[in-house]
């Protein structure tokens, strides 16, 4: 495609329950990142790939967020046991050079209720 | 810890001021400096990329500016069309490359 695609664009759901937030990376970016961003504050960095190998994830909270990405392509972010906390705009962007800008797609907005 | 402060949070301006907003940065390992423009609801947009002190960008009206500690996105005559959240980011060298955020600054241009 030819921006980054994230789905759903809304999710709505119970605390407690699963959820997987999807990213459709630039075709040919090797880098893709995942963020969260709560109202008025800037995205907070979760989750580095390089590739299919996570090069950096020390931003993810605790251990019931996860992502994968296991072709180099399309990343899924998981977390369990939502809590309302979770709630935000969890953005993904990639980036063909490292060092490099990143593109953003529109983001995921949770809502946990 | 490697830190991104930008400031003002918000700033309001009149068609046609002219301003600058501040980043300033704590950081190991600088890679880069980047500007983004966020518009409500949207991913935040690509603006400029700096890689060492002295360096400046420029694009329509604004031009970025870069120091060893402290960034400046300069606005001349700005138009209600700016009005956006803009964001400050630096990467890093970690065990790849991080990019890190700051908050932003909220700019409201009045016609």
């Known amino acids: 495609g030819a921006g980054v695609s994230q789905t759903p664009s809304n999710k709505v759901t119970e605390k407690g329950k699963y959820v997987e937030l999807r990213c459709d990376p630039i075709s040919g970016h090797t880098a893709l990142y995942w963020y969260r961003q709560s109202l008025g504050q800037g995205p907070e960095f979760l989750i580095y790939?390089?590739?299919?190998?996570?090069?950096?994830d020390s931003g993810l909270p605790n251990d019931r967020f996860f992502a994968v990405r296991p072709e180099g392509s399309v990343s899924t972010l998981k977390i369990q046991r939502t809590e309302r906390g979770d709630s935000a705009v969890y953005l993904c962007a990639s980036s063909q050079l490292v060092p490099g800008e990143l593109f953003f797609g529109e983001g995921s907005r949770l809502t946990v209720l | 810890e490697d830190q991104v402060t930008q400031s003002p949070e918000a700033l309001r301006l009149q068609e046609g001021e002219s301003s600058s907003l501040n980043c300033s940065y704590t950081?190991?390992?600088?890679?880069?400096l980047f500007w983004y423009r966020q518009d409500p609801g949207k991913g935040p947009e690509f603006l400029f990329t700096?890689?060492?002190a002295g360096e400046e960008k420029e694009k329509e009206r604004l031009k970025a500016t870069l120091t060893k500690k402290e960034s400046f996105l300069h606005i001349t005559a700005p138009k209600p069309e700016d009005s956006a959240t803009y964001l400050c980011?630096?990467?890093?060298?970690?065990?790849?490359?991080?990019?890190?955020f700051g908050a932003g600054t909220r700019l409201f241009v009045k016609a």
């Open positions: 700096l890689y060492s």
């Open positions: 950081v190991s390992g600088l890679r880069g």
């Open positions: 790939f390089q590739g299919t190998g996570a090069a950096d």
């Open positions: 980011a630096v990467q890093v060298r970690t065990g790849g490359f991080k990019t890190i």
